[in-house]
């Protein structure tokens, strides 16, 4: 049996797509929600718990931030090579007009 926290985290997410999810798609998830809430015996406020929803909140914030500082050295990487790439080109057409 899963622990409470976990039965939580994953009603969350259910619920959200419930809530943001298209026709059948809604449906289906409010009925697996309420299904598994009372299978597990969960009130609504014991899932939307706000100490463990703010941790969760903060450590997908935190990744969110990770993910944008790699997308930005990569973004600077890929500025710093063109850079290069367009420096070698100069660099032949010279060599090309100096042979000619």
């Known amino acids: 049996?899963?622990?409470k926290e976990t039965v939580s985290n994953k009603?969350?997410?259910?619920k959200e797509l419930a809530q943001r999810g298209v026709g059948g798609e809604k449906e289906s998830a409010l009925a697996l929600y309420e299904k598994l809430k009372q299978k597990y015996e969960i009130s609504e406020d014991e899932i939307f718990d706000e100490k463990s929803f703010h941790l969760q909140k903060e450590l997908t914030e935190k990744l969110l931030q990770k993910h944008r500082l790699k997308k930005t050295k990569n973004n600077h990487l890929w500025r710093e090579q063109k850079k290069w790439d367009s420096q070698r080109d100069l660099?032949?057409?010279?060599?090309?007009?100096?042979?000619s």
Do not use: A
């Open 91 to 99: 660099f032949r057409k010279k060599q090309i007009s100096l042979v």
């Open 1 to 3: 049996m899963m622990d």
């Open 11 to 14: 009603l969350r997410k259910i």
